[in-house]
């Protein structure tokens, strides 16, 4: 009978690494007291560098306070976007908070958390333009798009002549020198822009219904990683962690 006990017991032994790596990743990422976090830390207001060369940014801070709720600390991995999400593969990191769209297609292979933030397709104008109010009051007018862009085919839909710029940036320029009627842009680049220049004379004539939603994105088969992180970003909601990064990068909350 001591063979069998002693066959019994290194069948055992055997099981219990299998076990131990089968652990959820959150098991791992609190006993490792790092939650690795893949960005790019080039898309201001969301990730970038500040003039001291420090990583800042809306997800950045929401991150931090993610891994704070996990209570571990936040370590950031930086990386190009076209490898970013495929880093999640690699085992580079836990996560990706990037403004990681939720899309059909990467839900096929990944899960992401509840949306954190929302940005819709927004008109806008000039502050004392009262002739165009919404997207239908385009058609005859010129709206200063990236040409290739979503928001460009809005605009060509409804009936806009184009007015081809690099970016939001130089859309806007145009709008405020009256080179174009409007441009419709993304509300988040909006919102920042008007927290920056509060007194530029643009302003929102319409926006979207529909709204275009990102979450934190993870790699499948970590269903504790995913509860603790829906968890952490309700938490922080209810306790006002989440109005104050979103008040001190949009001034208003950008959840919905």
Do not use: C
């Not at 060369?53 to 997800?59: A, N, R, S």
């Not at 007015?163 to 320029?173: A, E, K, L, M, P």
């Not at 220049?197 to 979450?215: H, L, M, R």
């Amino acid at each position: 009978m001591n063979w069998l006990k002693s066959l019994l017991v290194v069948g055992a032994l055997a099981i219990v690494p299998a076990q131990a790596q089968a652990a959820s990743n959150l098991e791992q990422i609190k006993a490792a007291g790092v939650f690795k976090i893949g960005t790019e830390g080039t898309y201001a207001p969301f990730t970038y560098h500040d003039a001291s060369g420090k990583l800042v940014g809306f997800d950045v801070e929401i991150g931090e306070a993610i891994a704070k709720n996990l209570g571990v600390k936040a370590e950031f991995l930086e990386g190009k976007w076209d490898g970013l999400i495929a880093g999640l593969d690699a085992n580079r990191y836990d996560t990706v908070i990037n403004q990681v769209g939720i899309t059909e297609a990467r839900k096929q292979k990944y899960d992401f958390s509840e949306p954190y933030i929302a940005s819709k397709a927004v008109l806008i104008v000039k502050g004392d333009n009262n002739e165009i109010k919404g997207f239908a009051d385009l058609k005859g007018k010129k709206s200063a798009q990236s040409l290739s862009s979503n928001f460009g085919k809005i605009a060509q839909e409804a009936g806009a002549e184009l007015v081809g710029t690099d970016g939001f940036d130089q859309s806007i320029q145009l709008v405020l020198n009256g080179r174009a009627d409007a441009t419709i842009n993304d509300s988040l680049s909006f919102l920042d822009f008007k927290k920056h220049k509060p007194d530029a004379n643009v302003k929102i004539a319409a926006q979207q219904e529909n709204a275009d939603f990102s979450g934190i994105i993870i790699r499948k088969g970590e269903p504790d990683l995913l509860a603790a992180i829906n968890k952490a970003l309700e938490t922080i909601k209810a306790d006002g962690t989440y109005q104050r990064i979103a008040d001190k990068y949009f001034g208003q909350d950008v959840s919905k």
